[in-house]
Each structure stands twice: as structure tokens, then as C-alpha cells.
């Protein structure tokens, strides 16, 4: 497979991935948004300029979509205010942290999850930080801001999404696994 072949593919996935789930926050299927532009950040970082906008597009679309569908104006509904365009920095802090992952990859080994976990669990929370914190501050729909409801919102809302993600990024971990032991030469053996 070329490497243009492999991102196509990958972009295509990551894309019916996000409309598949994105629709339905949590239920019946996790949102894996998140995961998306983490997996993104790790597989395309070459393509960074082409993938992640079409990513950010879909994902507008999608929420734009949902909204509609609902028979609600997208611009008037309340996760869609000011602090909406937070949503690429957030975004693009998971996406950061796949694009640092993939230069610290050296082939499916065990220190590859060692620094798997605090990648993901950094970029997370520096998107759940930036995403609910600008619609906590920014948007209208908190009344009274305070530092403490900020607080007890971000660490409410953390868990669900992190897990979420977590779980989609465990899975593509096992997939990259799988597809490299059945690429690697026979007889060779991975290091662990």
C-alpha cells in the first residue's frame, strides 16, 4: 500500500468513524470525536494541512446536521456560541498529541504504550481544559460563572470523554499492532 493509499484510507475511516458516532453523544454508541483527531494526529501528521480542516469541516456538518435535523436554527442553539470556534484549538490539541506520539514511535512495543497513555491522557485534558472551558466562560448558558462550578463542570464532563476516547484509541492501538505483526517479516520478533 502507498502512503497516499494508507492516508486515504485512514482519512475514510477516521470520517465514518465521526459522522458514525458523532450524532449520538454517549448513547447508543460513545461519540469518538475525540479519538478521531488523536488517531488523525498519529496517522496523518504529514497530511496535517488537508486532513485535519476536512476533519474539523465534518464535524461542523455533523453537529450542523444534527441541529437542523431537530428542526433548530444551527447558530441560535446553545453549544453553537462564540466559544464554538474553540473547538479547533481543542481539536487540534488531540491532534497534537497523535502528531507527538507518531515521532516517539518506533514500532509496536511495550514503550510505545508507556508513552501512548500520557500523550493521550495530556492532549485530553488540554481539550476538555479548552473546549469546556471557553463554553463555560465564553457562552451564554452558564448564568454565574465561578472558578468552583468551572471546576466541578470540567472534571464531570473529563471522565465520559476521556473514556470515550480512550476506548476508540485502545482499539486502533490493537488494530496497529495486529496489521504490524502481520507485515513483519516471518521469523522476525518484536521487541518488547
Known sequence: MTPRSHDTLVLSLLAVLMAATRI??????????????????????????????????????????????QGLSFWQ??????????????YFALWAGGMW????????????????VPALLLSAALCQLI??????????????????GWFKNYTDWLGPYLRSAALYVAAAAAIQVAAERLTSAPGQTQAG
Open 24 to 69: 449520538n453523544h454517549f448513547a447508543p454508541i460513545p461519540d469518538a470525536s475525540w479519538a478521531v483527531f488523536f488517531i488523525g494526529g498519529f496517522h496523518l501528521a504529514a497530511r496535517t494541512r488537508l486532513a485535519f480542516p476536512l476533519l474539523m469541516l465534518l464535524a461542523v456538518a455533523v453537529d450542523w446536521l444534527v441541529i437542523t435535523h
Open 77 to 90: 442553539h446553545y453549544c453553537v456560541s462564540p466559544a464554538y470556534w474553540c473547538l479547533i484549538p481543542a
Open 101 to 116: 506520539l507518531r515521532r516517539q514511535y518506533h514500532g509496536a512495543q511495550w514503550s510505545a504504550l508507556a508513552r501512548l
Open 131 to 148: 473546549a469546556q472551558g471557553s463554553f463555560y466562560w465564553i457562552s451564554a448558558s452558564v448564568a454565574e460563572p465561578t472558578v468552583a
